[in-house]
């Protein structure tokens, strides 16, 4: 049976682009993204927002029945324009993959509602990377999250899996198999406090296995659309 998926979307923004502003441009070209998302068999719900850090990047996280949901709607005649659409707020290429999370949906971790701000992190393996090997990174990140849920102050939700597709990354040679960790936060500030603490500090090689080759780490303020 078909597992449930996250796609995810990273879009360049051209300048002086807010597509937090309905009215704008940019803001209508969001709204009918959304209506024709709506319309799919398949489609769930989906989370949109910039990355904190850099705010040219729009993130958005689609939630969908399964990943052969996704591709129907792809192969649809309509697909096309569609995604032409979206590229006029684009500067540059949009970056697409497919997450399998658990928990699904990670709204737990994702939703503005329940969690303000999501630290999303990029845990960066060989793509030969033996599945005991991925079985033994999951126990230790699990147990990580375990002393989030006890120790960390201002922890709202994670949901965490493997990226359907394969990567590229420059500290990885070939091809990389990457796993995505959505932390949610009360605040930045929250999490960069956790971070000067004991409990991080005594336990965060849990997420630092010797395969891992690279890791990559931004902010999110998502909101479910």
């Known amino acids: 049976m078909s597992r449930p998926v996250t796609?995810?979307?990273?879009?360049?923004l051209q300048p002086g682009v807010n597509v937090d502003d309905a009215d704008s441009p940019a803001g209508k070209v969001i709204s009918d993204t959304l209506a024709t998302l709506v319309q799919q068999e398949g489609y769930q719900r989906a989370y949109k927002g910039v990355h904190v850090e850099n705010p040219s990047i729009l993130q958005?996280?689609?939630?969908?029945?399964s990943i052969d949901a996704h591709k129907k709607f792809m192969s649809q005649s309509y697909y096309g324009p569609f995604a032409k659409h979206i590229s006029a707020i684009a500067d540059g290429d949009l970056n697409v993959f497919?997450?399998?999370f658990t928990p699904h949906p990670p709204t737990s971790a994702v939703s503005g509602t329940s969690s303000p701000v999501t630290?999303?992190?990029?845990?960066?393996?060989?793509?030969?990377?033996p599945d005991s090997d991925k079985s033994s990174f999951e126990s230790d990140l699990n147990k990580f999250v375990k002393?989030?849920?006890?120790?960390?102050?201002?922890?709202k939700g994670f949901a965490g899996g493997w990226i359907v597709e394969e990567q590229d990354h420059e500290e990885v040679?070939?091809?990389?198999?990457?796993?995505?960790?959505?932390?949610?936060w009360?605040?930045?500030e929250a999490h960069m406090a956790f971070r000067k603490t004991h409990a991080f500090?005594?336990?965060?090689?849990?997420?630092?296995?010797?395969?891992?080759?690279?890791t990559t780490m931004h902010h999110v303020r998502f909101q479910e659309v």
């Open 119 to 129: 630290e999303v992190v990029g845990h960066y393996f060989p793509a030969s990377l």
């Open 98 to 100: 497919h997450a399998e």
């Open 60 to 65: 958005l996280y689609i939630d969908w029945d």
């Open 7 to 12: 796609e995810i979307v990273s879009i360049p």
């Open 147 to 155: 002393v989030l849920e006890e120790k960390a102050e201002g922890f």
């Open 173 to 184: 040679e070939g091809k990389a198999k990457l796993w995505q960790s959505c932390i949610g």
């Open 186 to 188: 009360t605040s930045v």
């Open 201 to 214: 500090k005594d336990n965060v090689y849990l997420m630092r296995p010797e395969m891992k080759k690279a």
